[in-house]
């Protein structure tokens, strides 16, 4: 086994990167993407229609939904979360969902 070409592969790939941020203590990771479209419904009218880059929208939502920086890494492609605050999400999520649905 190469070891040098190995551990060159897995940190072109971001497993080195990946790994470095959970043993930090930031296990839960969503690419941009799938938490612009999960929790965009938390802040509301923040972001407009159309394109915008994956990081720029992710970093524009948590800042408007005053998370604090130690909650929270951005990374390459992906969100990083510690332990709770995606469950945490979630319930503001459902709390949102239900108000809009009784209001209809």
Known sequence: VDVPLVLDQLKCNGVLEGIRICRQGFPSRVPFQEFR?????????????GYMDGRKAAELMVKHLELSPELYRIGQSKIFFKAGVLAQLEEDRDLRLT????NF
């Open 37 to 49: 479209q999960r929790y965009e419904i938390l802040t509301p009218d923040l972001i407009a229609k």
């Open 99 to 102: 108000a809009i649905m009784t």
